[in-house]
């Protein structure tokens, strides 16, 4: 496992319409690394545990319950306000559109995505950060049922239609919504906190997974 002594913040975007699936698979990897990490950790113990990996919060435009694709509502911790600078940024897929005509959204995903160290899709996510200027002429991914209409509306952008998880350009990642960002996300723990920590964590779900 890499050295890391600091928490990792990670905000996790939630709006109308977003996928349920696209939202929980990272909030479970990167929750459930935090938890092997403090367990696995050498320093840990009842009396000084270790300090948790990451910090995993969902941000929303506003303070009130977002309505899930699905109908569940989401009661978000954060707003666009009182979210603080994030570490790892990630962009849920679903239903995009009103999501994608609100100036606000996309204004907040180029100020947060500046300044994090990474910043991550899931499925349709990638139209969010491609409007909001995030994504501008690198490889990407999406939903393979999306991959044509991501390329018209952003002809700069070098969409693969390869069978891939995810596409890792560094800085910038996006998932092609395959297991619903779990893949991605097991591959960013692996970055963030070494691939020990990703391949304990993908057991603890019980979930087969391979890096790349």
Do not use: N
Request: some cysteine.
């Amino acid at each position: 496992m890499t050295a890391q002594t600091l928490t990792l913040t990670v905000h996790i975007l939630a709006f109308d319409g977003v996928e349920a699936l696209d939202f929980a698979g990272p909030y479970e990897v990167f929750t459930t690394a935090t938890r092997m990490h403090q367990r696995l950790a050498p320093t840990a113990s009842a009396v000084a545990p270790a300090p948790p990996l990451f910090d995993v919060r969902a941000v929303a435009a506003a303070s009130q319950p977002v309505r899930v694709r699905a109908g569940l509502r989401l009661l978000p911790e954060l707003d666009f306000h009182t979210a603080p600078p994030c570490d790892g940024l990630i962009v849920p897929g679903g239903v995009v559109d009103g999501a994608l005509a609100c100036p606000r959204t996309l204004a907040w995903l180029r100020k947060q995505s500046a300044r994090a160290q990474i910043t991550a899709s899931v499925c349709t996510g990638a139209f969010l950060l491609a409007e909001a200027g995030v994504l501008t002429d690198q490889e990407v991914t999406t939903h393979w049922e999306d991959l044509a209409d991501l390329q018209r509306r952003y002809p700069a952008l070098r969409v693969t239609d390869r069978q891939r998880c995810w596409v890792d350009g560094g800085r910038l990642v996006t998932s092609a919504g395959i297991s619903a960002g779990i893949d991605m996300s097991l591959h960013l723990v692996a970055r963030l906190g070494g691939p020990a920590l990703a391949e304990r964590t993908a057991r603890q779900m019980d979930y087969a997974w391979q890096a790349a």
